[in-house]
């Protein structure tokens, strides 16, 4: 998905909170904003996805902070509380008739947790609310389908903290018999999941989890290591977490069948689909086009 000429104003809402909670000093903000402002200006926003717009940003800003890892802190905290959560929502995995459908509801509702779109959020919300909301896109039928089909599986994850509600249908698709590869991104950006993480939350436990290589808060292709390559190759199904994921892998070209899991946080996105925002998607790749309605 190329970025809408809105993507712009919200981008630059996430670099002010980024510069007020991270640069004490007023002078050095307005130089790094600035130097932001120059490079966008030069920028075929046509071209772009979100997250590449916001990997330009990014660099800049920790290139002249002097961080690579802005979020370092916001992650640990995210995965210590969807770790005291984790009980709450396996119970009720564990408890539904449609373990499948529900792990996936779960895994979708963790997607809340995500600094890029959101500066707030309540984390309670993922097993209190989320988890029992109807799918808004719903191509749960081909998933199941599909994964009747599939022996393999790579699971390409998104944020810290929504990984560990990953674990539950990572979980359910393991005792389905099916092997996992789950991919995390290979560089700081935002709050998404890096290797450390899915090590802090244990799902280094329960599958191999590989660098994607990318560093954008989505995945490119063309930037895959060896190890994503092979698991591309390897992979009878692709499951996509995340916004940032759904808007670079849109523009990806791939012959296996992908599925996008994620809750639409962009009241643009929503449009473009015809949804509201905050509501749940489950999309099958092949689809995307039929889903489109508009294109601002």
């Not at 190329?2 to 993507?7: E, M, N, S, Y």
């Not at 791939?254 to 489950?282: A, E, V």
């Amino acid at each position: 998905m190329k970025a809408f000429l809105q993507c712009v104003p919200c981008i630059f809402s996430q670099i002010a909170r980024i510069l007020c909670n991270f640069e004490p000093d007023a002078k050095k903000r307005e130089k790094i904003l600035k130097l932001i402002l120059a490079d966008f200006a030069g920028q075929n926003f046509s071209l772009h996805t979100p997250p590449s717009l916001t990997k330009e940003a990014h660099e800049i800003m920790k290139k002249e902070m002097g961080k690579d890892d802005l979020y370092i802190k916001e992650k640990k905290e995210c995965n210590e509380k969807a770790l005291l959560l984790y009980d709450d929502a396996f119970y009720i995995y564990r408890q539904s008739e449609n373990k499948l459908e529900t792990a996936i509801k779960i895994a979708i509702a963790g997607n809340l947790i995500d600094y890029g779109a959101l500066s707030e959020f309540d984390i309670q919300h993922v097993v209190d609310d989320y988890t029992h909301r109807s799918f808004a896109i719903n191509d749960y039928q081909d998933f199941e389908n599909t994964l009747g089909k599939s022996k393999k599986i790579l699971y390409i994850l998104d944020n810290a903290g929504e990984i560990v509600f990953d674990k539950i249908l990572v979980t359910e698709l393991l005792n389905q018999g099916k092997e996992i590869i789950a991919a995390v991104k290979s560089k700081p950006i935002l709050n998404d999941a890096l290797l450390q993480d899915a090590e802090d939350v244990a799902m280094t436990k329960l599958v191999k989890v590989i660098k994607s290589g990318s560093t954008t808060a989505g995945t490119l292709f063309n930037q895959a290591t060896p190890e994503l390559k092979e698991a591309l190759i390897w992979a009878d199904m692709i499951i996509s977490k995340g916004q940032g994921n759904f808007e670079t892998l849109s523009e990806e070209k791939t012959d296996k069948p992908l599925f996008y899991l994620l809750l639409s946080k962009c009241p643009h996105i929503s449009k473009n689909l015809g949804i509201k925002k905050f509501d749940l998607i489950l999309m099958a790749g092949w689809k995307y086009e039929k889903y489109l309605k508009s294109a601002c």
